[in-house]
C-alpha cells in the first residue's frame, strides 16, 4: 500500500508549469492523464503502474494568490522528493534538467547522512519549489 495518493501543487503560470513537469514527470515514467479547464484548470500525472509507488498522482492547479514566492523555510511543503529506480536514472534526469536550463541546487552525489546508498539530485520548479529524484536502494 502507498501512503500517499496524489499531491496537487499551485502554480503562478499553468502554461510554464506545465510544460517543466511534464518534461520532468514523464521521464520518471509519469503518465500524463488530465487536463482540465475552468476556474480549477490544471493537469496530472499518474506515478508508473507495476513498481512499488503504488497508485499516485501528481497534478498541478493556478495558485489563486501571487503575493510572495515559494519560501520552503516558512509553514508548508519544504521540498518533494521522487524516487527513481536506479543511481544511472538520477544521472540521465540530471542531463534533462541541464538541457531545460533548470535551477540546480546539488548535481547528483551520494548523501550517506540521509542513508546508506543515497543518492539524489535537488532543483527548483519554475515557482521556486525544491524538488529531488532520489535513489536509495530501499524497497
Request: a negative charge; hydrophobic letters at 40%.
Amino acid at each position: 500500500m502507498s501512503a500517499l495518493h496524489h499531491l496537487d501543487i499551485n502554480v503562478s503560470d499553468i502554461g510554464r508549469a506545465a510544460a517543466f513537469y511534464d518534461r520532468i514527470l514523464t521521464q520518471m515514467g509519469f503518465t500524463r492523464v488530465v487536463d482540465s479547464s475552468g476556474e480549477e484548470a490544471g493537469c496530472d500525472w499518474i506515478a508508473p503502474r507495476g513498481t512499488n509507488i503504488g497508485y499516485f498522482s501528481l497534478g498541478i492547479v493556478p495558485a489563486k494568490s501571487r503575493a510572495k514566492p515559494h519560501d520552503r523555510f516558512a509553514p508548508g511543503l519544504h521540498h518533494l522528493a521522487l524516487k527513481a529506480e536506479t543511481r544511472e536514472a538520477v544521472d540521465a534526469f540530471y542531463g534533462t534538467l541541464m538541457q531545460m536550463d533548470a535551477e540546480i541546487l546539488d548535481a547528483p552525489a551520494e548523501y550517506p547522512e540521509y542513508g546508506p546508498g543515497y543518492y539524489a539530485v535537488f532543483f527548483l520548479d519554475p515557482d521556486g519549489l525544491k524538488l529531488e529524484y532520489v535513489f536509495s536502494g530501499d524497497a
